[in-house]
């Protein structure tokens, strides 16, 4: 018994186009999850911007004033957040001689390889430079 398979030519161009609209969409996503955003930010400031045109604010004036306050908001929660990160940081690099004994300990125990020696000599070294790196260009931000 021999059975032949008849794919139209309409049903192989449908198939490239799927196929190119598929490329196409996957070659402008990251302009289509930019253009989402905005779509999002604007529909989530379109309130606040209503009420202050109704009391006499352009909306030019108002568009630009919830930026900057939105922007003034994210830069005074980092002030607050990332030196405390780095300190973070600072603390893991000096206290992490005594953690990786206690890691290395527990790990005997429980009966897990140990860590590669490579990986764990090397640890507080970067813990200390990411840690220093981080001081510096928090310390310029907000300078």
Do not use: C
């Amino acid at each position: 018994m021999s059975s032949s398979l008849h794919i139209s030519t309409g049903t192989l161009i449908r198939a490239l186009l799927v196929v190119a609209a598929a490329i196409f969409l996957y070659r402008v996503s990251d302009i289509l999850t930019a253009l989402f955003f905005a779509i999002i930010v604007a529909s989530a400031l379109e309130p606040s911007i209503e009420w202050l045109a109704k009391r006499g604010v352009p909306r030019l004036v108002g568009v630009m004033s919830l930026y900057a306050a939105g922007v003034l908001l994210l830069a005074f929660f980092g002030y607050l957040v990332l030196p405390l990160l780095f300190e973070d940081i600072g603390n893991i690099s000096t206290t992490y001689p005594q953690i990786r004994e206690g890691l290395l300990s527990f790990a005997e125990r429980i009966g897990l390889p140990s860590i590669t020696p490579f990986i764990a000599e090397n640890i507080p070294d970067l813990l200390r430079s990411s840690s220093d790196y981080a001081g510096e260009v928090g310390g310029g931000i907000f300078s």
